[in-house]
T-cell receptor, first 115, second 114 residues
Framework: DSGVTQTPKHLITATGQRVTLRCSPR?????VYWYQQSLDQGLQFLIQ???????AKGNILERFSAQQFPDLHSELNLSSLELGDSALYFC??????????????FGPGTRLTVL | AQSVAQPEDQVNVAEGNPLTVKCTYS??????LFWYVQYPNRGLQFLLK??????LVKGSYGFEAEFNKSQTSFHLKKPSALVSDSALYFC????????????FGKGTRLSVIA
C-alpha cells in the first residue's frame, strides 16, 4: 500500500457526461500528479500540482481540468466525455515539487468506462 | 525531449532462472531513472531508482538495475525469478533540468513459468 488513495475505484458513465476523480496524497507529500493509462497510449502524464498550484502540464485535453485543495487532496474533472476517454486514471504523489530525484508513489487508480 | 524504450513487449522466463527486462533512454542532460511494477488491477509500485553514484542499484523484492551511460541503458535484473514476479514492468526517466515530467516506457510484461 503506497499511502495514496483514489476514489472511486470504478466509474461507468455515458458520452457527454462529466465526472470527478479524487485523490489523497501520502501524508507529508505536497505534489500530486495525474496520469492516464490506456492500451494504445501507455502511461501519459496529464498534470502536476504542488502545494495548491499548477506546476507542470502534460498531454491534458482542454475538456479536462484539475485542482489541489488546501488539505492537499486533488480532483481531476473530466467533461464532455468521449468513448476514447475510457482508461485507467492514476494519481501519484511526491514530497517536493521541483526535485527531479523525487520518487512518485502511485494510487490504485480509477477505471473509467465511457459508454 | 526525453524518451524511454522498452524493446520487449513480453519476456518469458522459467522460475529460478535469472531475468532481465531491458530499458534504454534518451535525455538531454543527466538522467534520473526509475523502475516500477504493476500487478493486475493495481497501481504502479516503485522498485528502484538511479540518481547518481554506483551504477548498480538495488531495490525491492531482490531486484537490481544497472546503469550504463555509454549504452544509455538501465536494465532491470533479478538473479532468480519467482512466479510471483509475473507482472507489467515500467521504466521511466526524467532529466536533471528541474521540473520535467516523468516519462514512462510502454511496459514489458514478464511471465515467470513454474
Amino acid at each position: 500500500d503506497s499511502g495514496v488513495t483514489q476514489t472511486p475505484k470504478h466509474l461507468i458513465t455515458a458520452t457527454g457526461q462529466r465526472v470527478t476523480l479524487r485523490c489523497s496524497p501520502r501524508s507529508g507529500d505536497l505534489s500530486v500528479y495525474w496520469y492516464q493509462q490506456s492500451l494504445d497510449q501507455g502511461l501519459q502524464f496529464l498534470i502536476q500540482y504542488y502545494n495548491g498550484e499548477e506546476r507542470a502540464k502534460g498531454n491534458i485535453l482542454e475538456r479536462f481540468s484539475a485542482q489541489q485543495f488546501p488539505d492537499l487532496h486533488s480532483e481531476l474533472n473530466l467533461s464532455s466525455l468521449e468513448l476514447g476517454d475510457s482508461a485507467l486514471y492514476f494519481c501519484a504523489s511526491s514530497v517536493g515539487g521541483t526535485l527531479s530525484t523525487d520518487t512518485q508513489y502511485f494510487g490504485p487508480g480509477t477505471r473509467l468506462t465511457v459508454l | 525531449a526525453q524518451s524511454v524504450a522498452q524493446p520487449e513487449d513480453q519476456v518469458n522466463v522459467a522460475e529460478g532462472n535469472p531475468l532481465t527486462v531491458k530499458c534504454t533512454y534518451s535525455v538531454s542532460g543527466n538522467p534520473y531513472l526509475f523502475w516500477y511494477v504493476q500487478y493486475p488491477n493495481r497501481g504502479l509500485q516503485f522498485l528502484l531508482k538511479y540518481i547518481t553514484g554506483d551504477n548498480l542499484v538495488k531495490g525491492s523484492y531482490g531486484f537490481e538495475a544497472e546503469f550504463n551511460k555509454s549504452q544509455t541503458s538501465f536494465h532491470l535484473k533479478k538473479p532468480s525469478a519467482l512466479v510471483s514476479d509475473s507482472a507489467l514492468y515500467f521504466c521511466a526517466v526524467r532529466d536533471n533540468s528541474g521540473n520535467t515530467p516523468l516519462v514512462f516506457g510502454k511496459g514489458t510484461r514478464l511471465s515467470v513459468i513454474a
